[in-house]
C-alpha cells in the first residue's frame, strides 16, 4: 500500500505539472511567479540541457535512469518550498531594516537565494540517485554541471522576476538633495521623544523629553498637547510640561485641542466624552451636559478666542463657550459655518488602530487627490505608497519575491507644500520621495509624523 500510494503521488504530480521530473528547486517560485505558459518551455530546456550531460558523465540510457531521476527532481522540486522559507527567514535576520539600504543589498542577497537552490538541487538529486550510480564521482560532476548549465538561464529569470517591483530611478541614504526651503517635520523619535527637523535632515532638535504617542502643536512648537506612554496626557507651553489626565482616556489627535494661550485643554473620550481642563485648577473634568453621539465622527477644535471651542458631532456644529462669572461652560449648537479657528495641527486621520495599548491612527486608501495630484496608500499583501505630480508618478514599494508581496507597511504618507515631495513613514523611518526625479532619500529613525500643511491642520479638516 506504501510503494502504491507513493508512486501514485509521483504520478499525479507528474501530471499536475508537465515534465516535472526534470525540474530544480529554483523552477517552484519561477512556477508560481510566472505560470505554466513560461515554466514549460523552462522544464523542456532543462531535460535538454541535463540529459545530454549526464549522458556525457554517467553513460546511462535514458529508459535505465528516467524513474530514478523523476523521483530525485520531484525531490529537488518540493525542496523548493523550505529553501525559499530559508532564503525568507536569511533575508529577514541579515539584511538591515531601513529602506534604501535593503535595496542595497538585494542583489547580493538574491544573488545567494539563488545560490542556495542551486545547492539544495544538487544536493538532493545527488542523495536519491547515488545507490543507482556506478560511479558517484561521476555523478557528481555531472549533476553539478548540469544544473550549472540550467542556472545559467534560470538565475537570471529568477532575478529578474524576484527584485523589487517600484519605479524608483535613485534611492539615497540621506535627503540632503531635498528642495529649498526645506520643510519642518515633527516626529516620534525611536526613544518615544518628539523631536524636529528639516526635511533635509538638518536642524534635529528634541521638543520632549517625555515618552510621546500622539500630540496637537502650533506651528512655533511653543504648545503642545500630548499623550504618553500611559495614555495620559499631558501640555507642554512656555517650556513648562504640566499633566492633564490623572487616568488613561482614548482620544485622538482630531478631538483634542488647547486654547491659544494655553488657559484651557479640551479632548472628546471614546468612552467618558468631553474632558476640560484649565490652568487655575490644575484639573481635567467631564462635561456631563455632552457626550459624542458619533465619537468616530467628531473633531474637536479651538477658537481663535481663549474662551470658546467648537465639536463637529457627525452633521451638527457644536459651540462650548466658558463663562467668566461662574466658571461654568455651556453648550449650544453653532449658529452655521465657523471660520475662527485656531491654526493647530495633528495626526488627523478616521482609520483608526483598535490595540487596547496604543490608540494609533494610520491613513489608509486615497490621502490626495486633484487634477494634479494623488497620494495612495495600499496596505495588505500588495504594500505600496504611489504618488502623482503634474504627469509623473512614482511607485515605492519593498516587496522582493517571485508573488512580490509587501514587506514593509506604510502607515503614512503626506504631500509638502511644494507639490512635488512627500514625507512617508514605514513606523520606523521617515522617508522623503520627490515625484518628478523619482528619488528616494531616508530622512530619519522615526514615526508618526506631523508637517504644516493642511493635511495636518485641524482647522482645514473641521471646515471641510
Not at 286 to 297: D, G, I, L, T, V
Not at 370 to 383: K, N, P, R, T
Not at 407 to 414: C, E, K, V, W
Request: aromatic share 12%; hydrophobic share 40%.
Amino acid at each position: 500500500m506504501r510503494t502504491l500510494g507513493a508512486r501514485g503521488f509521483l504520478i499525479l504530480l507528474v501530471v499536475l505539472s508537465p515534465l516535472s521530473a526534470f525540474a530544480d528547486g529554483i523552477d517552484l517560485p519561477i512556477l508560481a511567479g510566472v505560470g505554466i505558459g513560461v515554466f514549460v518551455p523552462l522544464l523542456t530546456f532543462n531535460v535538454v540541457i541535463e540529459g545530454l550531460i549526464l549522458y556525457r558523465y554517467t553513460h546511462s540510457r535514458f529508459r535505465d535512469i528516467w524513474r530514478p531521476m523523476l523521483t530525485a527532481n520531484i525531490w529537488s522540486l518540493l525542496w523548493g518550498f523550505p529553501v525559499s522559507i530559508f532564503n525568507a527567514f536569511l533575508a529577514g535576520v541579515l539584511l538591515p531594516d531601513e529602506m534604501v539600504t535593503r535595496m542595497g543589498w538585494y542583489p547580493f542577497a538574491l544573488c545567494i537565494g539563488i545560490l542556495n537552490y542551486y545547492c539544495v538541487t544538487v544536493a538532493v538529486e545527488f542523495w536519491v540517485l547515488r545507490k543507482r550510480a556506478n560511479h558517484t564521482k561521476s555523478l557528481g560532476k555531472g549533476l553539478l554541471v548540469a544544473h550549472l548549465a540550467s542556472y545559467a538561464v534560470l538565475g537570471p529569470l529568477f532575478f529578474l522576476y524576484a527584485s523589487p517591483k517600484h519605479t524608483v530611478r535613485t534611492f539615497v541614504k540621506n535627503s540632503r538633495w531635498a528642495m529649498t526651503p526645506a520643510s519642518p517635520i515633527v516626529f516620534v523619535a525611536p526613544n518615544g521623544h518628539l523631536q524636529t527637523m528639516l526635511t533635509d535632515g538638518t536642524d534635529l532638535r528634541p521638543l520632549l523629553t517625555n515618552e510621546v504617542r500622539d500630540f496637537v502643536l502650533t506651528e512655533d512648537l511653543g504648545t503642545i498637547f500630548f499623550r504618553g506612554a500611559s495614555n495620559q496626557y499631558f501640555l507642554y507651553h512656555n517650556g513648562t510640561t504640566r499633566p492633564i489626565t490623572s487616568e488613561p482616556l482614548r482620544c485622538y489627535g482630531q478631538g483634542m485641542d488647547f486654547s491659544p494661550g494655553g488657559k484651557f485643554v479640551a479632548l472628546l473620550d471614546e468612552d467618558a466624552g468631553l474632558w476640560i481642563w484649565n490652568d487655575k485648577s490644575g484639573l481635567a473634568h467631564r462635561q456631563e451636559n455632552y457626550a459624542p453621539r458619533q465619537f468616530s465622527r467628531s473633531d474637536l477644535v479651538w477658537s481663535t478666542n481663549e474662551n470658546t471651542f467648537y465639536i463637529q458631532d457627525g452633521n451638527t456644529i457644536l459651540e462650548g463657550n466658558f463663562d467668566e462669572k461662574t466658571s461654568e461652560w455651556a453648550m449650544r449648537s453653532s449658529g452655521g459655518n465657523v471660520q475662527d479657528l485656531a491654526n493647530h495641527f495633528g495626526r488627523l486621520s478616521l482609520y483608526r488602530d483598535r490595540d487596547q495599548r496604543d490608540w494609533d491612527v494610520e491613513d489608509t486608501g486615497s490621502l490626495k487627490s486633484d487634477q494634479e495630484h494623488s497620494l495612495f496608500v495600499e496596505h495588505g499583501l500588495g504594500q505600496l505608497v504611489s504618488a502623482h505630480c503634474k504627469g509623473d508618478t512614482i511607485r515605492v514599494s519593498d516587496n522582493p519575491g517571485i508573488l512580490h508581496l509587501g514587506h514593509r507597511n506604510f502607515s503614512q504618507a503626506a504631500f509638502l507644500s511644494n507639490g512635488r515631495e512627500f514625507v512617508f513613514s514605514d513606523a520606523r523611518y521617515l522617508y522623503l520621495a520627490d515625484v518628478p526625479q523619482h528619488a528616494v532619500g531616508t530622512v530619519a529613525p522615526g514615526k508618526r509624523f506631523v508637517l504644516f500643511t493642511s493635511d495636518f491642520s485641524k482647522a482645514s479638516h473641521f471646515v471641510r
